[in-house]
């Protein structure tokens, strides 16, 4: 089992910035990837932002050279640094951790709100 549990959101203008962080505990040892997803009202959850362990990050096409993910494994945190909110971005973000197994894990969510 991995818990995860998400902080940081907020509502912001819009072209302001955030910094998301989600706290991973339990059996972390067995976590291959960290990310973040979102979904806005209405929408399907999708992917943000993915780091591997050991392996490149990737970025879906909306955020990238706005937001930037990263982690701190002696915390056991990752993070999601959004730049540059657009109206657009305006949805919950949730944590993710994917195990060596194939076991997904999700964090509570946490609703961010660009203000145009």
């Known amino acids: 089992q991995v818990q995860l549990v998400e902080s940081g959101g907020g509502l912001v203008q819009a072209g302001g910035s955030l910094r998301l962080s989600c706290a991973a505990s339990?059996?972390?040892?067995?976590?291959?990837?960290m990310g973040w997803y979102r979904q806005a009202p209405g929408k399907q959850r999708v992917l943000v932002a993915a780091?591997?362990?050991?392996?490149?990050?990737n970025y879906a096409d909306s955020v990238k050279g706005r937001f930037t993910i990263s982690r701190d494994n002696a915390k056991n945190t990752v993070y999601l640094q959004m730049n540059s909110l657009k109206a657009e971005d305006t949805a919950v973000y949730y944590c993710?951790?994917?195990?060596?197994?194939?076991?997904?894990?999700w964090g509570q969510g946490t609703q961010v709100t660009v203000s145009s």
């Open positions: 993710h951790a994917l195990t060596v197994r194939g076991y997904n894990y």
């Open positions: 339990g059996n972390i040892f067995s976590v291959n990837v």
């Open positions: 780091s591997p362990t050991g392996g490149y990050t």
